[in-house]
């Protein structure tokens, strides 16, 4: 899977370039993902382009968070309107912190330490 990511101070931005994170690609999405420098204790994921995911690729970005550990924290911003109910529907927006721009989760994230 195409993942961009670049340091932007102590946050890593990951940018996922797919329009789905379905079955038929969420283990190339989860392998992709811990391919990534684990040193990074916040990434905050863009899900901008993604504009379908099902509980495959729900479980697949579980699974990355899970993965990181504790004293790692991943955040999620820019999500479409679909893939932002399929969060809600699921209640995973209260396991994940869900931004609507980058500038507002550096500014959480700033605010909450």
């Known amino acids: ?3 961009i990511h670049a340091q932007q101070g102590e946050y890593l931005v ?6 789905r994170i379905d079955a ?14 684990e040193s ?11 504009e379908f995911i099902d509980s495959s690729g729900l479980g697949a970005i579980i ?3 899970k ?3 504790k004293g ?6 820019a999500l479409t309107p679909t893939v932002e109910k399929v969060f809600r529907l699921t209640r995973m ?8 721009t980058l500038e507002q989760a550096v500014s959480d994230q700033k605010a909450t330490g």
Not at 24 to 37: T, V
Not at 72 to 77: E, G, P, T, V
């Open 72 to 77: 790692r924290k991943m955040d999620l911003w």
């Open 63 to 65: 699974s990355v968070m």
């Open 24 to 37: 038929s690609a969420a283990l190339e999405f989860k392998d992709s993902m811990n391919a990534i420098d």
């Open 67 to 69: 993965h990181m550990g």
């Open 1 to 3: 899977m195409d993942l």
């Open 40 to 50: 990074n204790s916040k990434i905050l994921l863009n899900l901008e382009q993604v």
């Open 93 to 100: 927006d209260s396991i994940f912190s869900i931004y609507a």
């Open 14 to 19: 990951v940018t996922v370039n797919a329009m």
